[in-house]
């Protein structure tokens, strides 16, 4: 019984993970575009002001989560930790995480920023070029974060124990 209430909150975790990132994605961007549009900075504030809080309070215990869970189930389960689904998970964990942590500061520096200037036209050309390398790691770590789903759904390598 254990193994599957890990198993749910693994799933359910996963899916808030994967879901609010796309959605802080969406959101941010789709701010960000609208706030330059209408010479707005309070939205701009807003926007990205809103996207720090949703990454602090959804996707970073969501992703902890996964990690903890995970390395639970694989106990519970007795799967060997150096088998190829298993570092192949890892990897792309990691991999996410390695395009996620710059993204977080990102984020971190790009709210800063608006909120230091009077408005848009303020903004360094420094702010709108961290916002296209924010948007650019998010477009790896989306394909690894479907990569992982296929892999924690089909188990496609030998998932052996021992």
């Given at each position: 019984?254990?193994?599957?209430?890990?198993?749910?909150?693994?799933?359910?975790?996963?899916?808030?993970?994967?879901?609010?990132?796309?959605?802080?994605?969406f959101f941010c961007w789709l701010?960000?575009?609208?706030?330059?549009q209408r010479n707005d900075i309070g939205a701009l504030r807003a926007v990205l002001r809103l996207t720090v809080r949703a990454d602090a309070c959804f996707t970073a215990p969501a992703a902890?989560?996964?990690?903890?869970?995970g390395l639970i189930?694989?106990?519970?389960?007795?799967?060997?930790?150096?088998?190829?689904?298993?570092?192949?998970?890892?990897?792309?964990y990691l991999?996410?995480?390695?395009?996620?942590?710059?993204?977080v500061w990102m984020q971190w520096w790009l709210a800063r920023t608006a909120g230091e200037v009077a408005d848009i036209a303020a903004l360094p050309a420094r702010f709108h070029r961290i916002f296209r390398y924010w948007f650019a790691l998010g477009v790896p770590a989306f394909c690894a974060m479907l990569l992982l789903f296929y892999l924690m759904v089909?188990?496609?390598?030998?998932?052996a124990a021992g």
């Amino acid at each position: 019984m254990d193994f599957w209430l890990w198993k749910t909150a693994h799933v359910i975790s996963a899916a808030i993970l994967f879901g609010t990132g796309i959605g802080i994605a969406f959101f941010c961007w789709l701010g960000y575009r609208l706030a330059m549009q209408r010479n707005d900075i309070g939205a701009l504030r807003a926007v990205l002001r809103l996207t720090v809080r949703a990454d602090a309070c959804f996707t970073a215990p969501a992703a902890a989560f996964q990690l903890i869970s995970g390395l639970i189930m694989m106990h519970l389960l007795g799967w060997s930790y150096s088998g190829p689904w298993f570092m192949a998970s890892l990897l792309l964990y990691l991999f996410v995480g390695a395009c996620w942590l710059p993204v977080v500061w990102m984020q971190w520096w790009l709210a800063r920023t608006a909120g230091e200037v009077a408005d848009i036209a303020a903004l360094p050309a420094r702010f709108h070029r961290i916002f296209r390398y924010w948007f650019a790691l998010g477009v790896p770590a989306f394909c690894a974060m479907l990569l992982l789903f296929y892999l924690m759904v089909a188990k496609p390598l030998a998932v052996a124990a021992g």
